[in-house]
């Protein structure tokens, strides 16, 4: 089936570096999500991006569906050790088809 | 949001049994979700389930393999039949709100031996 790219699959930062997970897919979308999963949870909804172009903020957190709606971006400023986890991409084609892409693993050393 | 909890939380099952798997949600909700999700791995889509009608399910999972029940707008099960070690796995049901944000449960962790 399609699927929806997360680059890196793993990043190891130190405490107060930034952080970046790029989503990517092959085919237009309707809209895209982000979820984070800590260690041993479940996903847990951050955001939802509708339009080109559009850029969102979460106090630390800048999240951006590209303007071609094929590509995000979640952007994390001065990293805490609570931002560890799993974060997710979610990409709802159109038909309301709903894609989970492959995640990316975030470490933060203390 | 919407609160939802799943039984069992954890099975450990021998090849060839089967488990049913509970979700239930705090409020009427159309759509309802089930998922896979193997240890460091993405989530895997297995079906949509929507009250009175059948399950629509997605490429590589089959009825006989995941039946899933629909019997009101606050409750669904998966059930895992015949399992086998390769079906050890978190399976997630989530629901979905008025503006496709989705909410998930615990999850139910399952080993088959």
């Known amino acids: 089936g399609q699927q929806v790219m997360q680059i890196p699959q793993y990043q190891h930062v130190q405490e107060g570096e930034d952080f970046t997970t790029y989503c990517n897919s092959s085919?237009?979308?309707?809209?895209i999500q982000w979820y984070k999963q800590r260690p041993g949870g479940h996903p847990v909804f951050l955001i939802q991006?509708?339009?080109?172009?559009e850029v969102k903020k979460q106090k630390r957190l800048t999240f951006q569906f590209g303007e071609a709606k094929k590509n995000s971006s979640l952007h994390i400023t001065a990293t805490q050790t609570t931002d560890v986890g799993t974060y997710f991409c979610?990409?709802?084609?159109?038909?309301?088809?709903?894609?989970f892409g492959t995640g990316t693993s975030l470490t933060v050393i203390p | 949001s919407a609160v939802i909890s799943q039984k069992p939380s954890r099975d450990i099952c021998q090849r060839g049994t089967s488990l049913t798997i509970q979700c239930q949600v705090d409020?009427?909700?159309?759509?309802m979700f089930w998922y896979r999700q193997q240890p460091g791995q993405s989530l895997t889509l297995i079906a949509t389930?929507?009250?009175?009608?059948?399950?629509?399910?997605e490429s590589g999972f089959v009825i006989d393999k995941f039946p899933i029940s629909r019997p009101n707008l606050t409750f669904s099960t998966l059930t895992v039949s015949n399992m086998s070690p390769e079906d050890s796995s978190i399976y997630l049901c989530?629901?979905?709100?008025?503006?496709?944000?989705?909410?998930f449960g615990p999850g139910t962790r399952l080993t088959v031996t």
């Open positions: 409020s009427q909700v159309t759509m």
């Open positions: 389930a929507n009250q009175g009608s059948e399950a629509t399910y």
């Open positions: 085919t237009t979308l309707s809209n």
């Open positions: 979610a990409a709802i084609r159109t038909g309301n088809q709903f894609y």
């Open positions: 989530s629901v979905e709100s008025a503006d496709y944000e989705q909410y």
């Open positions: 991006l509708v339009k080109s172009g």
